[in-house]
């Protein structure tokens, strides 16, 4: 039986490009079908997950599911945000209203308008990560981003159906236009879409073209969210998640919480909690731009000259990552922006491409393991997958500092 490598070689052998995106079609159309096909039957969907190791929940696609529950509730009357009895689970919208107009809008409430948006998306998503393996060129790096394809961080999110992949589809985009208005416009959207692709404007600062104007619009994006979704659903509709698989300094706090609690340690009263949040993410906000200074000085050896399409590539997903990092409680299913970051490991010596590759296998197989919570295997399986994450975040806001060497020096030809 042939291992991986000899696949790897195999196909890297198929020198005409127009051959092996015909490939990344069929491929991404044939297991877009396959998944849609099985969605409609609650034992072929729960019997094709557990080859992954993930845990499954019903209806087929649950997140997307929801947003079409909580179109019916608003379609009927009833205000999905405050009360959502159309939805599986029963539970409140928990996403901006820009999905529920643009549901309307594709008239997703019907089943089969429904089955087939997921289908397109789903195959957009998937030729876009097999896309990635164009892009790399180091055998290593293109195995690496083979075995991430079965990854539990990127099989959970297609089986929940999770609105990430589709912000995932919106920014991988952006590389196909040099045009400052179409990026700017898809990081707008993005952020209206699900609030941290905010973090995107970091590629429009970091050239500083047309920074002022960048500027406005981020605070016009940040008004605009305020005003639609922060201020009036998303933060009373979400929890603070605290899970081995999951990542992020309010994970941190919300597991420190919970471990001295339920301990009966130390309660803490509420207003305390939200203190120590903001002070912990400012805490890393400072770290976290040391280190990017820290980069900016950093001498590295790159093998090549870097090619654009990777390099913005790696500033989408180091950004997204760092970002949510400092201010989110994430779970693991959106280190799949990750994925974005591995072509450009190709410039680098070994041992950092190595050191940052194996680091990223590991946390995107999170939930190949799971324990009892405050067990002993329990706490030393979470501190190690938190110990590499965190490591990740240092890691990139490094390289992010390395790749902007620039970003603190004034070009008046750039920002008039």
Known sequence: MRNNSDILDEFKKLNNFKVRLILYILISFYISSYLVQISNFEKSWYEFW??????TMWPAFIDLDHVRDSLICKMNGINPFLSNPCDNLKVRYQYPPAWLHIFEYLNLDNINNFKIFIKITIFIYLFFCLYLMELTKKKFNLLIIFILFFSTSFTLLIERGNV???IFILLFSSIFFNNYYYKSTIFFLGTI?????LFSFFYLIRSKEKIFLTLIIMLVTIYLLYEISLSKYVDKNHSIMALSQSYGVQSITEGIFKTLEKTNVYFFLEKT?????????IFFLIISSLIFYYGTKLKLNYKKKLEDNKKELFILGASIYIGTY???????YRLVFLLLTIPFMDNLSPKYNYFYCFMVLIVSFSWVFSFNPLTLNHIIYTSFLYLIKIIIFFFLSMMLGNISKNFFSINRKKIE
Request: charged residues 25%; glycine residues 0%.
């Open 164 to 166: 990430d992949y589709l």
């Open 50 to 55: 557990e080859y992954f190791r993930i845990p």
């Open 273 to 281: 909690k939200n203190l120590i949040r903001f002070y912990s993410s």
């Open 193 to 197: 879409l699900k609030i941290y692709p």
């Open 326 to 332: 400092i201010f989110y409680s994430n779970v693991d």
